[in-house]
Each structure stands twice: as structure tokens, then as C-alpha cells.
């Protein structure tokens, strides 16, 4: 296990540089930063040459790179068009979009895998038809429209919630926009459970554990649930970065502060240094998860070894 550790660490180093790299080349060429610095109006060649310099965009695309990278070791992200350090803006807006995400996969693993189990283990009854057809209509209709309509119903019409979220955004607030972010990732994990269970539940190895008389409440869990939960938990792992990156919709709604907010805010002003820091932090997260999924498979799966 540990030299597997190792190695996969190892692989998530060109992974990391490939994916920065990529990142970096596709925002620095989007537009001029400097033009949006100075708003509609244009730059005059001296202030724009003088803004250059200060932010280091005189020097060649390839020397950026490897400025910004050598900074991120050390844990400097760069400063935004402001003059505010991108670690004060990650320092406010990834607790609140960490904290949304969890919502978010409590939803997915609680009440998606619920509901998949029950409908794996019903296959063709009427809740399972009726859970398909609920899933199918949450995953057509588009994030903002459920947004949009939870929050016209539940904060406006009824009050039950408040229409935006304060900017502390405790975990109370943050029920209905994690319900909404995980809207669609938890009709996939029901309907992935869904069919999980009922191709396992075909399989020799719980055939055999019914003939030997096991409790059923056992059969599911220790023989049947483990098995099928490891493509949901690949899911499931994948889906953190993309929540948290994915959250632009979500936060713009219920007026979140979060880490969607803060990208949506860089991308409209051509703030570079922000985009680029915020994304160089998700792919860490893309990667840790990644490896964490993979850790995973041999406690739900005692079969699978790792050398």
C-alpha cells in the first residue's frame, strides 16, 4: 500500500504541471488584462506598459509560467488587478463552497444511495418507476431552473428560508443550495446504485450467501451494498472537484461568496491571477480525491490488493 501511495504521488506531478500548464495558456490568452484594468475606456501606452510590469506580464508567457509556479510552492498565488493577495480571497471563499460541498455529497450519499438501494432491491415495481421517472426530470431540467424555483417557492412565496444566504453562510443556510448543487449528481448516484444493485444482486456470491441463511439485513449490507457501492464512490469522488468548481450557478443565485463566486467575478473582470489560482486549487483537489477513490476500493473490496 505505501509504495503504491508513492507512486501514485509521483504520477499526480506531471498531472498537476499538465493541467497548470494547460490552465495557465488557455486564461492568459482570453483577453488583455490590462484592458480590463482600466475599464472601458483605454489604456494609454504608458499606463498599460506601467501595468505590465507591475503584474509581470511583460515577460514572456513561458517565464509567467514559471514564476507563478515557483511562487505556488511556496504557497504565493499572486496578487489580483486589486491589490489584494489571491490567498485572502481563497482564505474567504473556500471555507463557505467547502462547506456547501459537503451538503451537497451528504445529499448524494444519504439520500441517493437510499434511494438506489430501494429501487435496485424493487426493480420494476412501482417505486422504481417512480424514482426513475423523479431522477429523469431532475436531471433534464437545468441547475438554474431548480435554483430559481426553490428559491422563488421556499424563500419568497412560503419564507420558510432566507432568498440569499448571509455572508457567515452557516450549514443551516446552505440546505437548499446544497440540495440544488447536488440535484443532478444525486439522480445519477440513484440511478448508478440503482443499477449496481440490481446486477449484483444476480451474482453467485449472494446467491450463495441467501443459501447459507444469512439475515437478509446482512446480505445487503456486507455482501451486496459493499460490492456495488465501488462505481458510486468513483462517482462520488470525482464529483467533489466538480461541485466545488461547478458552484458558479449555485452561488450566483443564493448570493454565495464561494469559490464559483470568486471565479465568476475573475473571469468577467480578465483577473488572471485569481482564475488561475482558484483552478490551480481545484485540480489539487481533483487529484486528492482521485487518490482517496482509489484508497477506498480496497476497504469496500478486501479482494482488490494494492503493490
Known amino acids: 500500500m505505501g509504495r503504491y501511495v508513492v507512486r501514485r504521488l509521483l504520477q499526480m506531478v506531471p498531472v498537476f504541471i499538465g493541467a497548470t500548464l494547460l490552465i495557465f495558456l488557455m486564461v492568459n490568452v482570453m483577453g488583455d488584462p490590462v484592458a480590463g484594468l482600466c475599464g472601458e475606456r483605454s489604456c494609454d501606452p504608458a499606463t ?43 482564505a474567504t471563499a473556500f471555507p463557505v463552497t467547502v462547506r456547501l460541498t459537503i451538503v451537497a455529497i451528504l445529499f448524494e450519499i444519504v439520500v441517493g444511495i437510499t434511494l438506489g438501494v430501494i429501487t435496485g432491491l424493487r426493480r420494476g415495481r412501482p417505486v422504481d418507476t417512480s424514482v426513475l421517472v423523479v431522477t429523469l426530470v431532475v436531471i433534464a431540467v437545468p441547475t438554474f431552473v431548480t435554483g430559481l424555483l426553490l428559491q422563488l417557492l421556499l424563500g419568497v412565496e412560503w419564507g420558510w428560508i432566507k ?6 453562510a452557516a450549514f443551516d443556510e446552505l440546505i437548499v443550495p446544497g440540495l440544488v448543487l447536488a440535484s443532478v449528481s444525486l439522480a445519477y448516484v440513484t440511478r448508478l446504485t440503482r443499477t449496481s444493485i440490481a446486477e449484483n444482486k444476480r451474482a453467485d456470491y449472494v446467491r450463495t450467501a441467501v443459501a447459507k441463511g444469512l439475515p437478509r439485513r446482512r446480505v445487503i449490507t456486507r455482501h451486496l451494498l459493499r460490492n456495488s457501492l465501488i462505481p458510486v464512490v468513483t462517482f462520488i469522488g470525482t464529483d467533489i472537484g466538480a461541485l466545488m468548481g461547478g458552484a458558479i ?48 476500493y480496497a476497504v469496500l473490496d478486501p479482494r482488490i490488493r494494492y503493490a
Open 48 to 90: 498599460a506598459a506601467q501595468l505590465k510590469k507591475e503584474f509581470g506580464l511583460d515577460k514572456p508567457l513561458w517565464q509567467q509560467y514559471l514564476t507563478y509556479m515557483g511562487n505556488v510552492f511556496t504557497g504565493d498565488f499572486g496578487t489580483a488587478f486589486n491589490g489584494q493577495p489571491v490567498t485572502e480571497l481563497m
Open 249 to 296: 450557478v449555485t452561488e450566483r443565485i443564493f448570493n454565495i461568496h464561494g469559490v464559483g463566486y470568486q471565479l465568476y467575478q475573475g473571469i468577467l473582470r480578465q483577473n488572471t491571477q485569481t482564475v488561475v489560482g482558484f483552478v490551480t486549487v481545484l485540480v489539487l483537489v481533483f487529484l486528492v480525491a482521485n487518490l482517496l477513490v482509489d484508497l477506498l
Open 163 to 168: 432568498p440569499s444566504v448571509s455572508p457567515a
